[in-house]
């Protein structure tokens, strides 16, 4: 399921992987996220847990430190790469969507 | 249990998240708050009455036989406090979580995560052990069919049989249901969750009634055994038969939390319970018929009625054994048959009737209880059966070459007899000491240690025709 899914990433795995660009734990990492998406994305604690582990099990993020039960994680390198993938795929359909959306096509 | 706790049993699978927050929200309305979950009984506790919000997840690699929470499942419900969540009570894979603030957020807000984790949930418990039971269930189906096959007439005529074979029937259906019912919800869950939809809803109620039907099947069994086992001994046994299924589950639960509770390892705990299971259902089946004969013999429990009195060959010696004399009246006896029998024969003569909703067979014997006897020995059967697709149904397994081994000696039924009046078919035996007859209303078997004859045959088959 893992590979399959992280074809495409999903608002809340994007924004997992953009808030790990700075080393933050885990529990945190769904304020932070509302934060920055003015509440826009809400992410799930079960859904965060399952994501992390996915995430982790992929190699795009790394655990950086433990502290007693407070697991703190950073995205890797392999992570970077899969985000920038995204956000090259979501500038594309942006052009798209300006090319075709509001031109010729509208 | 105190006024402050109650225990309730739990109707709901792990993968019908909606209906157990709904059920516990209706609880805590009501004062009761969630305490403790097991596989079963949930433990409630008196609180103020008043809205509390209940959310259940599935996190798959917790297991019923840890000790304590693993670290991961720690992290887990770390991640959900955060989110306004604080864990009720877990069983196993089932979390359940109640919540802090107002307005918690979801637990799952991706559906593909959420029907990944039931999946493995329910694949690492109720699939497993729902499939294990289907097969038993068919294997133990298939055994009652052969039994039915091998003797039709006893297998009808005791209610004991039918409520069991209709009870496997019952839980064949009931795991098959559940496992097809599981696996469409997985597929439409599935196909909806693809296409950016939520997971199907479960068909809750109709499980319920499934729960429901099946706890009738097992209280229609039990009455079943104890109609057919009206003798006050036998209910003891027949306690014991169904009350050592629940001993053994309540002994293997005992030792799992004996293990858990000093913190033995996961893999240690589900060993020792596999392992306990195991011997102790071994043994279980092993003492039933242990049980049975020693009772018997020590005539302390009987499973059958009281005799007239025992008589006592060889008296004294190394080789003494009991035998029972019955004094039952019999619809036709050796004596009518020409035989002369004296009081050093030790005649016994017993007659024994079952009735189920679909026969009625009166099985009647006579034969001397004194080893030095020369008397021979006689049996006879008269079933009823009313309806003809069974009459017919019970007669060709009877007279079916290959089943001869059920009956009581002698070759198959292999040549037609003359058939006697009133029959409409009739089989013999090639040395004349067993019979096969049929007619409108139920099957006669007669069975004598000699080589009847016609006009016995046909004084017999008039008698037991009455008496049936």
Known sequence: ?106 | MSRDRKRALNWYQINDSEAIARHLERMAERGWLLEKAGSTLWTYRRGEPGPVKYTATCFPEASVFDAAPTPDQETYADYCRAGGWELAAAYGPLQIFRAVTPDPTPIETDERFKLDAVRRSMGKSFVFSYGLLLASMGLNLWLRAESFRRDPLEFISRSSNLSLTLLLAGMAVYCGAFLADYFIWLFRSSRAVERGGACARVHTRARLWMDWALMALCALTLLGYLEDYAVPGARWILLYAFGGVLLVLAASRGVMGLLKGRGCRRGTTRTAFVVTVAALSVLYAASLPFLLLGTQRARFLRMDREPAYVHTNHPGSAVSYDMEVYRDPLPITLEALGFEVTEEDQCSYRAKTDRSPLAARTVCSQGPAEWSSNLPDLRYEACRIPWGWLRQLCWNLTVAPENSAAHYYGPDYAFPAELPEGALEARRTENGGRYALLDREGIVLICGSWDLTQAQVETIWENARTFR
Do not use: H, N, W
């Open chain 1, 1 to 106: 399921m893992a590979r399959e899914k992280f074809q495409t990433l999903t608002e809340q795995m994007f924004y997992i992987l953009l808030c790990l660009q700075r080393e933050c734990c885990g529990v945190d990492v769904m304020a932070r996220v509302s934060e920055m998406t003015g509440g826009r994305v809400v992410i799930g604690p079960g859904t965060l847990y399952s994501l992390l582990e996915s995430f982790q099990r992929e190699g795009f993020i790394a655990e950086t430190k433990v502290e007693g039960r407070r697991r703190s994680y950073r995205i890797t390198e392999a992570g970077q790469r899969r985000l920038a993938e995204e956000v090259r795929r979501l500038r594309r359909q942006a052009e798209d969507y300006e090319l075709f959306g509001e031109g010729e096509y509208a």
